[in-house]
Structure formats: C-alpha cells, structure tokens
C-alpha cells in the first residue's frame, strides 16, 4: 500500500539538519508499529502539481506553519482536492494543519484559538471508539504544536478524541474513508522538546516550562499510530 504524503510544510531550518524532514517521522513511526507501507512525496507548498485523488492508495496531509486563512497559492486547489477525495472515499488522514484544513474543507469553522499556544504533550479523552480503535483506552497522551483549532467540527465529521483545550482533537468522519488528528503522534520526544525551546519569543515562557514537563507523562504515541496503521489498511 502506497502512501501519499502532501507536503504542506517543513521542519524548521534550526531543527532540520539534526531531525530530518516530516515525512521520514511518518516513516519511521508506521514503521514502529509494524506497518510496511511505500511512500511518495508531493510537495505542493512548493508548486508540485496535485495528484488525482482517484488513483492513489491512500492520502496524508501533514502539519504547517500555514494557517487555512492565509493567502497562499496552494490552499483552494488542497480543499478542492480533499473534497474531491471524501467524495470518492479515498482513505485520507490529516496530522495538526492537514486536521484543520480537512474540516475547514468539509464546512467546519477553523480559526485561531484565544486558549493560545498548545504545546509539548497533551492528554485527550477518547469519548467516541471508531472500529480501529475499540480497545483505546480512556484517554491518550500525544505531542501537539499548535494554535489554530477546529472550533466547529464539519457536520460529516463526529469528534472523537477532546480535551477542555482541545474539544475537537480527532474527528472520524461519516464517509468511513477519513480521520485527522489536531496531535502529532510522529514527533519523538527530542523533536517536542527541541520545538518547544524554539517558541521561545513567540508562546508565553509558561507555556514553554510547561511544554518542557510535560513530556515527562508517557506518550500514547506509539497506540495512536497503530490505530492511524488499522485505519488505514482497514478502508484499503
């Protein structure tokens, strides 16, 4: 099974020579938990031309810098091909930005948040179990990076995972062939830490001390991307 993955940012420059780009943490989480998909990269934030959602396996759209209001070349023709996909039920999954612009695309309200920055690691209720996560505990504990949010869920979409500061953190939706994720289960400990640090200057220094501990309580990581794997293979 082929993955691919839409590029719609990057690693920033300080953290990119010691972490790497963000499609290789998605290789290597999947591969942690056993899955062995092949992967493509099309870097649409840097103009590569859109696949036809019809012939790919299965899609992902990963995080960014970029907010779904901002004015950039690459974001109507993104909704227009993830409307085009859920339309034709191609299993999609969509990390932090790739959440946010699956529901701003599907007719959800997407802004950002007056909470401010999420940082380091997050603990969110699981208040729904969708059939590749029936044995989810009641709660995980995975990275975020954010401070834009999905304030209103798109009505085909039903909110799985929430938290008081993220009360739309996972959102399975109707057509069976999508979900996303307001967290990063692909971030390893160092690279939470490492880009809390480089908030420095932009997110109150309490919420970087915090981001900081946070990391502390064990990460679910790992459960998550077994069931984003289950999905996955499950729609295929």
């Given at each position: 099974m082929k993955l691919t993955i839409l590029l719609t940012g990057n690693v920033p420059v300080p953290l990119r020579a010691e972490?790497?780009?963000y499609p290789l943490m998605f290789e290597r989480m999947f591969a942690r938990v056993g899955?062995?998909?092949?992967?493509?990269?099309?870097?649409?934030?840097?103009?590569?031309?859109?696949?036809?959602?019809a012939t790919l396996d299965a899609v992902l759209v990963p995080g960014s810098a970029a907010g779904v209001y901002d004015d950039l070349p690459w974001l109507e023709p993104l909704r227009h091909f993830i409307r085009t996909a859920y339309a034709g039920n191609t299993p999609m999954l969509g990390i932090c930005f790739g959440h946010q612009?699956?529901?701003?695309?599907?007719?959800?309200?997407?802004?950002?948040?007056?909470?401010?920055?999420?940082?380091?690691?997050?603990?969110y209720g699981v208040i729904a179990r969708p059939n590749y996560m029936t044995a989810a505990p009641a709660s995980l504990s995975v990275a975020c990076s954010h401070q834009d949010q999905v304030i209103v869920a798109p009505p085909?979409?039903?909110?799985?995972?929430?938290?008081?500061?993220?009360?739309?953190?996972?959102?399975?939706?109707?057509?069976?062939?999508?979900?996303?994720?307001?967290?990063?289960?692909?971030?390893?400990?160092?690279?939470t830490l490492a880009l809390a640090r480089l908030r420095t200057g932009k997110a109150p220094q309490e919420v970087i001390d915090l981001a900081l501990e946070s990391v502390q309580i064990a990460s679910d990581s790992t459960m998550v991307a077994g069931y984003l794997g289950a999905f996955l293979r499950g729609v295929r």
């Open positions: 972490f790497g780009p899955e062995t998909f092949s992967y493509d990269v099309v870097a649409i934030n840097e103009g590569a031309p859109f696949p036809d959602p612009i699956m529901a701003d695309a599907l007719g959800g309200d997407v802004r950002k948040s007056e909470k401010g920055w999420g940082l380091g690691r997050h603990t085909e979409a039903e909110t799985f995972l929430a938290s008081a500061f993220t009360p739309n953190a996972g959102l399975n939706y109707r057509n069976g062939a999508a979900i996303s994720l307001q967290s990063h289960p692909e971030f390893d400990d160092d690279y």
